[in-house]
């Protein structure tokens, strides 16, 4: 099969959008095949009834996800792509899909957190760029 396959992390923020639009714009090539990746956030310390309320949100934000990015692929004329989402950390989850799928390289946005949030809340980009088995591309904040 020609071309490369990238996995784009998507998730709902303006900085996965930009990672998106900046890949279509200086990387994408006709053969590439793109995964656009999403990880569904699981519920913390949850109730029965809490768990049911947050994952049917979780489905619904993803739906509208994958509405919004299936609008964007059209308009850049990309047919080749796959939509990959699960309830699991989300670095965890990109490296892992990474190394299963056999992955080219990883786009995805940053947050830009300072050194001290950093450090405090973890930075997923900074675990896929330390754990993953392929290169990574993070596309800074406009």
């Known amino acids: 099969m020609s071309g490369e396959l990238v996995i784009i992390a998507v998730d709902g923020s303006k900085q996965a959008e930009e990672a998106f639009?900046?890949?279509?714009?200086h990387l994408h090539k006709a053969g590439n095949r793109l995964?656009?990746?999403?990880?569904?956030?699981?519920?913390?310390?949850?109730?029965?009834?809490?768990?049911?309320?947050?994952?049917q949100a979780g489905q619904v934000k993803s739906k509208e996800l994958k509405e919004k990015y299936d609008e964007k692929l059209r308009a850049s004329n990309i047919d080749k792509f796959e939509w990959e989402e699960e309830v699991e950390k989300p670095g965890e989850?990109?490296?892992?899909?990474?190394?299963?799928?056999?992955?080219?390289?990883?786009v995805m946005g940053t947050r830009g957190l300072g050194k001290l949030r950093r450090t405090i809340m973890g930075s997923v980009s900074d675990y896929v760029v330390h754990h993953c088995c392929c290169p990574v591309l993070v596309c800074r904040q406009k």
Do not use: D
């Not at 656009?36 to 768990?51: K, V």
């Open 21 to 25: 639009e900046w890949y279509t714009k």
């Open 35 to 55: 995964i656009l990746a999403h990880s569904i956030e699981a519920p913390s310390m949850p109730t029965r009834e809490s768990w049911e309320q947050q994952t």
């Open 93 to 106: 989850f990109l490296c892992g899909l990474a190394k299963n799928k056999s992955a080219s390289y990883v």
